[in-house]
């Protein structure tokens, strides 16, 4: 079993930032053979991708944070990282970690952390 918990969302004017966090633990685990990533979702809309880190730390973005937010993980803490610049209310939202690896079937998700941006 693996265990992802969330922190440091909180409300913010726009324009701000905010650094998300998402600490990673459970009895048989290797964090840096998995692919982390940050999602996001609001009411009525589908979970989007925000950003993502594989095990070799490849990174990759949605067009809309390109530029404005930067994922890293550091393995020695077991914990990847989402830094939020530039912040718009349309980032509003819940976040998510994700930790996936297909080749051992893992598909993880933490309880999410409210990130709300005030214009």
């Known amino acids: 079993q693996v265990q992802l918990v969330e922190s440091g969302g909180g409300l913010v004017q726009a324009g701000g930032s905010l650094t998300l966090s998402c600490a990673a633990s459970?009895?048989?685990?290797?964090?840096?053979?998995?692919?982390m990533s940050w999602y996001r979702q609001t009411p009525g809309k589908q979970r989007e991708l925000v950003a993502g880190?594989?095990?070799?730390?490849?990174?990759t973005y949605a067009d809309s944070v390109k530029g404005r937010f930067t994922i890293s993980r550091d393995n020695a803490k077991k914990t990847v990282y989402l830094l939020m610049n530039s912040l718009k209310p349309e980032d509003t939202a819940v976040y998510y970690c994700?930790?996936?690896?297909?080749?051992?079937?893992?598909?993880?998700w933490g309880q999410g952390t409210q990130v709300t941006v005030s214009s």
């Open positions: 994700n930790l996936k690896n297909d080749d051992m079937g893992y598909n993880y």
């Open positions: 459970g009895t048989i685990f290797i964090f840096t053979m998995h692919d």
């Open positions: 880190i594989t095990s070799g730390a490849k990174t």
